[in-house]
């Protein structure tokens, strides 16, 4: 399979960004959300040829899930998706899982942020 999803999203509604010191991966995670789901994920990869593949594999199984589902997914559900990796890449899975998972947690604080304040403009035209 040639790696998915592998380009820079200037718009996105959230990023995150996750590295690995013992080997000098790090990854950008970005998402667009429509309604509270993943409607589009890409990403930028610097590292080996396995931080590649599980980079891909990330964002295509978490395009299409809520942000909860999508928190949900492991280390472990990258490397069934690949089908395994050698014993020596498998830290890589979680490259991809926790650049997902701080994209999410960003988008998340981002947008309680603007809930906030919406309830704080709302609460100073009552006053």
Request: one cysteine or more.
């Amino acid at each position: 399979m040639c790696p998915q999803n592998a380009y820079s999203m200037p718009d996105a509604d959230a990023e995150g960004s996750f590295g690995d010191p013992s080997c000098g991966d790090c990854l950008t995670v970005y998402v667009k959300v429509k309604d509270n789901t993943i409607d589009e994920i890409s990403y930028l990869v610097f590292g080996c040829s396995a931080s590649i593949a599980t980079s891909s594999i990330t964002s295509v199984l978490a395009k299409g899930k809520t942000l909860d589902e999508a928190m949900l997914l492991t280390e472990n559900d990258i490397v069934e998706a690949l089908e395994g990796l050698p014993e020596s890449k498998q830290h890589c899975s979680n490259l991809g899982i926790s650049a997902l998972r701080n994209a999410i947690i960003n988008y998340k604080n981002k947008n309680s942020e603007s809930e906030d304040k919406k309830d704080e403009d709302s609460n100073t035209s009552r006053g």
